[in-house]
């Protein structure tokens, strides 16, 4: 592996928050910009989680769960990546399962709201045992998503990797 995770530190969080200004993903919350989204989110995460690159420690991946404030048992996953997983995805499927895994012994069960036009992240989750719920329309944008849930069993009973050994 390229990488190893570890608790997130500040540093982490204010890395990618910087690149972030720098990127398109201001689009799809466009009346907030992306580096206060990302400090909102890791303020409420219970869990926040960063992947380093054993060459030179940068940052390349940050995730955190935020509680369900209706349903303490349910957490709200999120994840942010560079582009240095783009030519190895499955070096990224295995940090995340070492995460989901953590994630999945606070909370039963992991759930987020995925655009449906994120045929990556929908792949990445479905390989990682993610159930994906039908495409519907969101009431508050134009936006057509998907509900993704992971329950603590269905990850501990998946395969790492196509030939695979189980994690947990």
């Known amino acids: 592996?390229?990488?190893h995770v570890q608790p997130a530190t500040s540093a982490?969080?204010?890395?990618l928050a910087a690149r972030l200004e720098d990127g398109p993903v201001s689009l799809d919350w466009?009346?907030?910009d992306p580096?206060?989204?990302l400090l909102e989110a890791c303020a409420f995460s219970t869990q926040i989680w960063a992947a380093r690159r054993l060459s030179d420690g940068a940052t390349s991946a940050l995730w955190g769960v935020t509680p369900r404030l209706d349903n303490p048992d349910v957490g709200y996953?999120?994840?942010l990546t560079t582009p240095s997983f783009d030519d190895d995805?499955?070096?990224l499927s295995l940090l995340c399962r070492l995460v989901l895994g953590e994630m999945l012994d606070q909370?039963?069960?992991l759930e987020q709201q995925i655009d449906a036009r994120h045929d990556r992240a929908l792949n990445?989750?479905?390989?990682l045992g993610f159930i994906i719920g039908k495409a519907r329309r969101d009431l508050d944008s134009s936006a057509t998503l998907h509900r993704v849930w992971l329950d603590s069993a269905k990850l501990r009973n998946s395969p790492s990797d196509p030939g695979g050994t189980l994690l947990h």
């Open 107 to 109: 909370f039963p069960r």
């Open 35 to 37: 580096g206060r989204r």
């Open 124 to 127: 990445l989750l479905r390989g």
């Open 89 to 91: 995805p499955r070096e």
């Open 1 to 3: 592996m390229r990488h």
């Open 12 to 15: 982490d969080v204010a890395y």
């Open 77 to 79: 996953v999120w994840m």
């Open 30 to 32: 466009p009346e907030k």
